[in-house]
């Protein structure tokens, strides 16, 4: 069984930085892709990084480029966010997502398998 479960969101002040973790459990983590996404308040759900299953190979929303960084950890099994420079659009549950090959990918429903997601609050 696949469990993906993600922490260290919480509530920053705009300019502000937080690192997101998600732990994998239940496929050979170093095989696969994975991603985040978010979802804002009345928003769809959006891409945000992806990573593929070495870690030499990134893609990010234009939205985030620059400020925000992807990497995994294939010995602790997990995927992290590092985000900086928060923005009040940045608001969002973050969630890490894995797929079943090894190539990063921004279309969400290439993933199969998802975290429950972890609230980000950038405030003004």
């Known amino acids: 069984q696949v469990q993906l479960i993600e922490s260290g969101g919480g509530l920053v002040q705009a300019g502000g930085s937080l690192r997101l973790s998600c732990a994998a459990s239940g496929l050979p983590f170093s095989f696969y892709a994975m991603g985040w996404f978010r979802q804002g308040p009345g928003k769809d759900r959006e891409f945000v990084a992806t990573i593929d299953w070495s870690g030499g190979v990134t893609a990010y929303a234009d939205s985030v480029k620059e400020r925000f960084t992807i990497s995994r950890d294939n010995v602790k099994n997990t995927v992290y966010l590092q985000m900086n420079s928060l923005k009040p659009e940045d608001t969002a549950v973050y969630y890490c997502?894995?797929?079943?090959?090894?190539?990063?990918?921004?279309?969400?429903?290439?993933?199969?398998?998802w975290g429950q997601g972890t609230q980000v609050t950038a405030s003004s």
């Open positions: 997502a894995q797929r079943s090959v090894s190539r990063p990918e921004s279309d969400p429903d290439k993933y199969d398998y």
